[in-house]
């Protein structure tokens, strides 16, 4: 509990530390960037540890994050020097302190409420969780930048890992465990998303409200916006309802034979719904929580053997149910800060010019700095993130000068003049990540044969759809002159067949570089030429042609609305209007409204036909990462449009908009809401994982042995109440002097207890999980023969052999646990002959080398 609160008063120390400098850099804004305070401190002052501890400036310490707090404080408080600025910053709180408690309370329950969700389901057990936490221990415990790399001795991290240097910044400032620092952090993006989300929409809001005259102008703006964190966070898709709709035995023929058929839960073709129900026929939240987990794999690949390739489709409210903290999560409110900036931009909030002698950038100085720190920031929490980065911000600015001064080609030298030189200083102010960063990608793949099939879209997007259309159907109502509607929708036909064409030839051309791998692929799929190949994955194509159509309407309204926008003189013109229904593609919200659902609709479009290469050679990452950013945007223009719907409509429209938004919200909260009942086991006692409700379930005596235990933020918890030896054991190197220590490893250690000593230790292993140390660096070569290297030192007599291997690797400290006794035919005598025992509990025996 006190770690929490410490957590809770420190965010909200840097939150109002950064608001005199957010104050400054968001003049556009209505409430000047004060719900994006909390995270563009944390970003100000995690940016000065790291490069100053990188630079060697500083150690990896609390004189370290103290002399960054000195920073963050320097920077935020030098504007108000003058009187002025001062004077100014007080008036804006007095008059506008509705919104400062609104946020403030907003912050604190979601950050309790995630907190609490996480003390009932705290364990750091499957998925990639150890990993997370053997990158926040590494950084603790590493005395110098870049950290070193938890699980292969002698190297840096080679991830993109600025998430976890913030995790543990706060960690090491508050004196948290890093098992808990996991949880915490977890509840603290949520709270900050919430307030992100939350500030964006109340932004949005009151810029659509200066010119659109409306009775609802007299409300306070204050509860309105709390839709943003709705749809962003806790709205899901409608696989929850599906789920509960199957597991009622909804739309299955029974027949007397104990089987089932159903022809509509074949049709939607999802894993695990295309199978008959269990029975007795009941919620599924007696069951685990496998159900939950099917949520994230809606989208179901076949290739044309008809062969299945697992697709990843996460979205918020999943990725904190499950409780991962990976770096999609660890980004989501710095993400929504781009969005803030990108809004900002787009109302002119940074106006001005940068000279720079042989050239004039079209921003103040500031806002071109501060836009490259968010940008390149959001490329060292998650490299993927940085292309939606770069577009909205380049993006937006662009849309401005279209208000402006209306389409041109000039718009492209917008674009160059304002993207080269943030692109450029974005990645030269985070330059000591990408000195030691490599990667898995390796260019961009074909997808000829996997279109996303109509269904399986609404089923993910459902939700975020409908609101959209109902948005611009509502767009389409109120405004006088009709949107672009030929032009809108032809070029995104020219789009789509420009993609279309552009990944076929991308397959030609790997045909004509590697013929024996093409022969190969389509030999193993049965054709014996290209030409077959080609006819029924075009076949399929037109067969699951929905996904496609549905797509293509978007961006093609999207567009033909925005197409509409420009002129100079139609801003001033239409604040002069006075009829009941302004035209509002003049007004800013909307036309970024409309530019957000364009992004998210390019999202979505782009793996339909290309993806980016990896050692799955798939489109599962690629989904995986541009849904979720699709998610983003769509959920804050589904917002916007409800939020404004809400307002302006009148009449019999009005309770029909609202009851379809009741039945939708109904079906997309039946996720998060059991969800939430099965990952706390209804709040009872604390479940520590699926296997252990199931254990439970069945009645082992020993699994019930965890309700005695209180709530806890400890994602240790688990492992200490099984592996008591193995966690005494890491608390006790967390104490002791630096070195590398050894444990078992494998080659299929992914995903299992294998590296659990450095993992909550903190030093860094020979070799910790292989597959994954290949994934961050895209190649095994750095892992040489660490793997039968290890196995040698164990289970060799040889102390000659064994000490070639201690002094190869440089290690300190020889782990002997049950685990390692289990791995190999251990011989331990020459361990015990030669090196000294410094650590002894239960099974467990640590060594020290001299």
């Known amino acids: 509990m006190a770690q929490f609160f410490l957590w809770y008063l420190l965010a909200t120390f840097l939150g109002w530390l950064a608001f005199p400098l957010a104050f400054r850099l968001f003049p556009a ?91 009932g389901n705290p364990e750091i057990v499957g998925t990639e969780k150890p990993m997370e936490l053997a990158f926040i221990n590494a950084i603790l415990h590493s005395p110098t930048f870049p950290p070193h790399d938890p699980w292969l001795s002698g190297y840096a991290i080679s991830y993109y890992y600025f998430g976890y240097v913030m995790t543990a910044m706060l960690a090491k400032a508050t004196g948290t465990l890093g098992s808990v620092a996991f949880n915490l952090m977890l509840a603290l993006v949520f709270a900050l998303s919430a307030v992100g989300a939350y500030g964006v929409l109340f932004n949005l809001l009151a810029a659509w409200r200066k010119n659109h005259p409306s009775p609802a102008q ?95 489709d996460e979205f918020p409210a999943f990725s904190y149910l499950l409780g991962d903290l990976h770096p999609h999560v660890l980004a989501m409110p710095f993400g929504l800060l781009a969005v803030g900036v990108a809004l900002n931009l787009f109302l002119g909030g940074w106006k001005g010019e940068t000279n720079l002698g042989f050239f004039r950038l079209p921003v103040r100085p500031m806002g071109l700095f501060f836009g490259a720190l968010v940008l390149g920031g959001l490329a060292f929490l998650n490299t993927w993130d940085i292309l939606i980065g770069f577009a909205l911000l380049v993006g937006a600015y662009a849309l401005m000068r279209t208000l402006e001064s209306g389409w ?57 759809f409908l609101a959209i259309i109902a948005y611009l159907i509502y767009l389409w109502r109120v405004e006088k002159r009709p949107a672009k509607w030929t032009l809108g929708f032809g070029l995104a036909a020219i789009l789509v067949v420009l993609l279309w064409i552009f990944s076929w030839l991308i397959g030609l051309l790997a045909k004509l570089k590697m013929p024996d791998f093409v022969a190969g692929y389509l030999a193993n799929q049965g054709f014996l030429s290209a030409a077959l190949y080609f006819s029924a994955a075009t076949l399929r194509r037109l067969s699951f042609i929905g996904g496609l159509l549905t797509l293509f309407v ?96 009148r009449g019999a429209w009005n309770w029909v908009y609202r009851i379809g938004l009741a039945l939708v919200l109904v079906m997309a909260l039946v996720y998060p809401i059991l969800g ?9 006692i604390p479940s520590f994982n699926e296997n252990l409700i199931l254990a439970r379930a069945a009645g082992d005596p020993h699994a019930w042995q965890t309700a005695s235990q209180v709530w806890t933020l400890d994602g240790g918890a688990f492992f200490n109440q099984y592996n008591p030896d193995d966690m005494a054991a890491a608390a006790w190197l967390r104490t002791a002097p630096y070195g590398v220590i050894v444990e078992a490893s494998k080659v299929d250690a992914s995903y299992t207890e294998y590296s659990r000593i450095s993992t909550y230790s903190g030093l860094p292993t020979v070799l910790g999980w292989p597959m994954h140390e290949g994934q961050w660096r895209g190649t095994y070569e750095p892992q040489g023969s660490r793997q039968d290297d290890i196995r040698r030192l164990y289970e060799t007599s040889s102390w000659e052999e064994a000490q070639t291997v201690l002094s190869q690797y440089g290690i300190r400290y020889v782990c002997v646990g049950t685990l390692e006794r289990n791995t190999y035919h251990l011989n331990e005598s020459k361990f015990q002959r030669h090196l000294t025992p410094v650590y002894q509990q239960g099974q467990v025996v640590i060594y020290e080398v001299p």
Request: without cysteine; aromatic residues 14%.
């Open 218 to 312: 007299r409300r306070p703006l204050t509860g309105l916006p709390l839709i943003g964190p709705l749809f962003l966070l806790i709205v899901s898709n409608f696989e929850g309802f599906l789920q509960a709709l199957h597991s009622l035995g909804l739309f299955w023929k029974f027949n007397a034979d104990g089987t089932a058929t159903s022809s509509f839960w074949t049709w939607l073709g999802i894993l695990d719904l295309n199978q008959s129900p269990a029975t007795p026929l009941g919620l599924m939240t007696t069951r685990g929580w496998w159900w939950g987990w099917r949520a994230s794999r809606v989208v179901t690949d076949y290739n044309l053997a008809n062969q299945h390739i697992e697709i990843i």
């Open 676 to 684: 939430v009942l099965t990952k706390t086991n209804n709040f009872q």
């Open 554 to 649: 978007l961006f093609g309204a999207a567009l033909a609305f925005l197409l509409k926008v420009g002129g100079g003189g139609q801003k001033t013109e239409m604040v002069e209007e006075k009829e009941e229904h302004p035209s509002p593609f003049v007004l800013h919200p909307t036309a970024f409204t409309l530019f957000l659902i364009l992004l998210g609709a390019l999202l979505v479009l782009a793996p339909e036909f290309v993806f980016l290469r990896d050692q799955f050679s798939n489109r599962m990452n690629t989904i995986f990462k541009f849904y979720y950013q699709a998610w983003l945007m769509w959920s804050l223009a589904a917002a916007f449009g409800v939020a404004v719907l809400l307002q302006d409509l």
């Open 29 to 119: 804004l209505a409430d000047r960037g004060f719900s994006l305070a909390r995270t563009f401190g944390l970003l100000v002052w995690g940016y000065a540890f790291w490069m100053m501890a990188s630079l060697g400036i500083v150690q990896n310490d609390g004189g370290g994050l103290l002399l960054g707090l000195v920073v963050l404080a320097a920077v935020s408080g030098v504007g108000l020097v003058r009187k002025e600025k001062l004077k100014s910053l007080g008036e804006w709180i007095r008059s506008n302190w509705r919104v400062i408690v609104t946020v403030e309370i907003l912050f604190f329950l979601a950050f309790a409420f995630l907190a609490f969700v996480r003390a």
């Open 408 to 464: 041109a080609w000039k718009r492209l030298e917008d674009v160059f003049a304002l993207g080269v030189p943030l692109g450029l200083l974005a990645i030269l102010l985070y330059l000591p990540f990408y000195a030691g960063f490599s990667s898995q990608a390796g260019g961009i793949l074909p997808d000829l044969e996997n279109p996303t099939r109509g269904v399986q879209l609404w089923i993910m997007f459902g939700p975020l």
